[in-house]
């Protein structure tokens, strides 16, 4: 068996912090593997993790890792792939971590569609504080804070992130092998945002009070709860291990609009010389007439020249084609007016 | 060439004269200006990284993590957001992450007066996270002085591989004078950390040896590495011994005050001497030592219940008199008469 993916570890800080028959050890064991065969190493990957038994991931691979505060390394992976693009970064960290306190910032990285992999450690139960209810405890399921069984449903991480194309949802389990290998694989090779939900078991702080007596035990457990389902997909039900994944063709920015001004044919238009715009003031019931750019316009219709209202700044008759270069308002109010001739 | 500059536009521009390439902030007034110069200095300079995030909260988390990954980073907001970036505050203090944090301060507390100025989130700065820390914090009185200064606060980040705070008021957010940015120059301290990607060392909020190994119940790793910490902020602190002295002749009180209410109570210069502390933190104990020295009385006048003043009470060992200027009203009168009557109650 290939052991060159223990370069990734950092073997000198073991015996790690974990319980026996915990879940993560498979996590990193089989994420340091994956990386081993895309080969990626400390000099172009950047690991992150939270807070919680899983956020002890990152501290373990032989890389630059953050260990950031409770809930937040999705923020901090996505700013370090932004300042950094030729980095690749991924998220180890747990369904506490990623879905509770960070809930929010899961919804809004993920529509942002950063370039980073999360792997999600997800075992439904705060194990590092002692085994308390997290988002993703099944309903029913008694824990230290919920002694009669969790009263609310679970957070369903699948429904929530493959709302919003384009997006990348696994749900793998540690003892489905090699189905496990291929998500981590496709996750961290999908530009975009990718999401690996992999239930876990915390034998000592949940499956005991479950009533298992090993990890095994629990591994058997998940075999019967999920099946795996291949080819393309876009939604998974709540038994189903597979890929959800969904893209979106990019579209292209708006380009500015540019200014079109009407094209209006000068030829056939009556011509007017100052001395006989001037007659066109609107006294008397006469029209009102405006020259702008050597064009003449009606503004009768205007409600800035009607009765009391009468604009005080322009009066009829007028070339206006000073006045609107300091007007605060622009050109385009006048070309709504009717064209009825030019200046000579 | 002199032109009309807020200070929000001066301290932005003093961060990008100074090589800042990451904003990451959240709308709040009164520094809602400086997040949007940077939405659109990003859109026009491809290297500058803009980030308006979901919340204080992943902006402040962002501008650490995008110092750590190798960019001048900054980001900026009022009291209620800098509550929320207290947990990251912890964090850029304890994983050395050189960066800058604006707080342009309003009325609190919670949401409080939003347009009005105060400057009550003095205590905020230096106690708002969990555990000891001795951050740097300056506060300008002047737009050229935001400007200016926010290059500082960009300096000692390098220098002190931690986050500072930047004060300011929403009275000097929104305050235009007649500055020449373009024209001036700054001093410019280089990154001093190796970017991420460089090597396999961890960062993390956890206590750690100098080797990155995460040692949760060792107080002896514990106490040198806070001790080094303290001692590298001081020694950082005192190459920037900021503060502004007026001395008057004929009097015998000292006026201590900052920000906006220095700008106010400058006008009572021909009668009381008056002394401007322009690095609030770490405190200047030794100048407000010596300069207090020849007086007999001392007052503090600031935008908060006592909050500097209880400082200055500790470096004196003193009681001191305190003019609270409080709900964003400053008028020179009130505090005038107020330090008339705080006078007149002691015998001048």
């Not at chain 1, 876990?200 to 709860?225: P, V, Y």
């Not at chain 2, 220095?262 to 001497?273: G, P, T």
Request: aromatic share 10%; glycine share 8%.
């Amino acid at each position: 068996m290939d052991r060159s993916y223990k370069e990734l570890l950092k073997l000198r800080r073991f015996p790690h912090t974990w319980c026996p028959g915990c879940g993560i050890g498979a996590v990193l064991k089989n994420v340091a593997m994956v990386m081993k065969e895309l080969g990626w190493n400390y000099k172009n990957t950047v690991a992150v993790s939270g807070i919680g038994c899983s956020g002890r991931m990152s501290g373990y691979m032989n890389l630059d890792a953050l260990h950031t505060p409770h809930g937040r390394p999705l923020t901090a992976a996505e700013a370090i792939k932004t300042v950094r693009s030729d980095l690749n970064v991924m998220v180890l960290s747990g369904d506490g971590d990623l879905a509770s306190i960070g809930g929010n910032h899961l919804l809004h990285t993920s529509r942002r569609n950063p370039d980073i992999t999360v792997f999600c450690n997800d075992n439904e139960i705060y194990g590092l504080t002692g085994g308390q209810a997290g988002p993703t405890t099944p309903q029913g399921t008694k824990t230290l804070t919920s002694p009669r069984g969790e009263h609310h449903s679970p957070l369903r991480l699948g429904r929530i992130l493959t709302q919003q194309a384009p997006y990348f949802y696994a749900r793998t389990t540690v003892y489905h092998l090699n189905h496990f290998k291929t998500c981590i694989r496709e996750a961290l090779l999908w530009k975009g945002f990718s999401f690996v939900d992999i239930i876990s078991d915390c034998i000592e702080l949940n499956g005991r009070r479950l009533g298992f007596k090993t990890a095994h035990q629990m591994f058997k457990w998940f075999d019967e709860r999920f099946h795996i389902v291949e080819g393309e997909r876009d939604q998974l039900q709540e038994d189903e291990l597979g890929i959800a994944k969904a893209v979106v063709k990019e579209v292209p920015r708006p380009a500015e609009k540019e200014e079109v001004k009407p094209e209006i044919p000068m030829e056939g238009l009556k011509p007017f010389t100052l001395e006989e715009l001037e007659r066109f003031d609107g006294q008397e019931g006469r029209p009102i007439y405006m020259a702008y750019q050597g064009k003449v316009y009606d503004l009768s219709a205007s409600p800035l020249f009607q009765g009391e209202k009468r604009m005080r700044c322009h009066l009829g008759g007028k070339d206006l084609t000073k006045d609107l270069d300091i007007a605060p308002h622009g050109e385009d109010l006048i070309f709504k007016f009717p064209l009825v001739g030019k200046m000579e | 060439m002199k032109r009309l500059v807020s200070g929000n536009e001066a301290i932005f521009q003093g961060a990008i004269r100074v090589g800042a390439n990451y904003f990451a902030g959240y709308p709040i007034s009164p520094t809602s200006e400086i997040l949007q110069q940077a939405a659109l200095y990003s859109e026009e300079n491809p290297g500058f990284r803009f980030l308006q995030a979901e919340d204080e909260i992943a902006a402040a988390i962002a501008t650490i993590s995008a110092s750590l990954a190798g960019a001048k980073a900054f980001t900026a907001t009022s009291g209620p957001g800098f509550t929320l970036m207290q947990e990251a505050l912890g964090w850029g203090h304890v994983v050395e992450a050189p960066c800058v944090f604006v707080n342009s301060m309003r009325v609190g507390p919670s949401t409080g007066m939003p347009t009005q100025p105060a400057q009550s989130d003095l205590l905020q700065v230096k106690a708002g996270t969990a555990g000891d820390v001795y951050p740097l914090a300056f506060y300008p009185n002047s737009v050229e002085e935001c400007f200016r200064l926010t290059a500082t606060a960009f300096n000692a980040a390098e220098e002190s591989l931690s986050p500072v705070i930047l004060l300011a008021d929403a009275f000097l957010s929104h305050l235009y004078e007649l500055v020449d940015l373009e024209g001036s120059t700054l001093h410019i301290v280089p990154r001093t950390k190796d970017p991420l990607g460089s090597g396999q060392r961890l960062f993390t909020g956890a206590a750690h040896d100098k080797m990155g190994n995460v040692k949760t119940s060792d107080p002896v790793n514990y106490r040198e590495w806070l001790r080094e910490l303290k001692d590298r902020h001081d020694r950082v602190a005192e190459r920037y011994p900021f503060f502004e002295y007026l001395p008057c002749k004929n009097s015998e009180t000292l006026l201590i005050a900052f920000g906006m209410t220095s700008r106010v109570v400058l006008a009572l210069k021909d009668r009381f001497s008056i002394f401007r502390p322009i690095r609030i933190y770490p405190v200047l104990e030794k100048e407000l030592e010596e300069v207090s020295q020849s007086y007999r009385h001392i007052i503090v006048v600031e935008g908060n219940d006592g909050q500097y003043a209880s400082w200055v009470e500790c470096a004196l060992c003193q009681k001191v008199m305190k003019v609270s200027c409080l709900g964003g009203g400053f008028k020179l009168k009130w505090i005038q008469s107020q330090i008339e009557d705080g006078l007149k109650g002691v015998g001048r």
